[in-house]
């Protein structure tokens, strides 16, 4: 059974940190990149970051560069999203897909198609 799980949401003040998590199981891991997307309240899906598992290269949105990092740890078959600097417009429900055909996190990532999703975990920065 394919599972794709999102944890370590929450509330920080702006400037402060979180830290996500997407555990993922069913599939094979290093095969899939692991693309972040977040929502914001009556706003359009966006592509966030991008992490190849089995190289480790990422792509991040031009908004959250400097300050949003993806990693893997591919011995748990998890990544991470370390989200610094937080500001209002960062909150939203953040979502972790995994996808085989966008692997190689080109630079338009998330038109690449998503295999597995999770359900989502909020995040509320507040000013």
């Known amino acids: 059974e394919v599972q794709v799980v999102e944890s370590g949401g929450g509330l920080a003040q702006t400037g402060g940190s979180l830290r996500l998590s997407c555990a993922a199981s069913g599939f094979p891991f290093d095969d899939y990149a692991i693309v972040w997307f977040r929502q914001a309240p009556g706003k359009e899906r966006e592509g966030v970051s991008c992490i190849n598992t089995s190289a480790g290269s990422t792509v991040y949105v031009d908004s959250v560069k400097g300050r949003f990092t993806s990693s893997s740890d591919n011995a748990k078959n998890t990544v991470y999203l370390q989200m610094n600097s937080l500001k209002p417009e960062d909150t939203a429900v953040y979502y972790c897909?995994?996808?085989?055909?966008?692997?190689?996190?080109?630079?338009?990532?998330?038109?690449?198609?998503?295999?597995?999703w999770g359900k989502g975990a909020l995040v509320i920065v507040s000013s």
């Open positions: 897909a995994a996808s085989a055909g966008g692997r190689w996190c080109r630079p338009r990532f998330q038109d690449s198609p998503m295999d597995y």
